[in-house]
């Protein structure tokens, strides 16, 4: 999701909310709520936490938690 530190005024629709790794504030788009509740196993994360995840998943990274 795209940060509010990012983006400070936000669209129509968005819906201020925290990270679920890190805690930071975001935006939660109408698309994006409709495509977590069609994946169980994906979470709600900022642009930053997304850019991480790949990384890890690249086995670049070794991150705790
Ligand atoms: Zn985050």
């Known amino acids: 999701m795209p940060l509010v530190r990012n983006i400070p005024e936000g669209k129509v629709g968005w819906k201020k ?3 679920q790794i ?4 975001c ?3 109408p698309e994006q709520k409709q495509l977590l509740k069609e994946n169980n196993n994906m979470i ?3 642009t930053k936490c997304a850019i991480e995840k790949v990384t890890i998943r690249d ?3 070794i991150r705790g938690g």
Do not use: H
Request: some cysteine; proline content about 0%; aromatic content about 6%.
């Open 27 to 29: 935006w939660e788009r």
């Open 44 to 46: 709600a994360c900022c």
């Open 59 to 61: 086995g670049v990274t």
């Open 17 to 19: 909310v925290k990270c």
């Open 22 to 25: 890190c805690g930071s504030e």
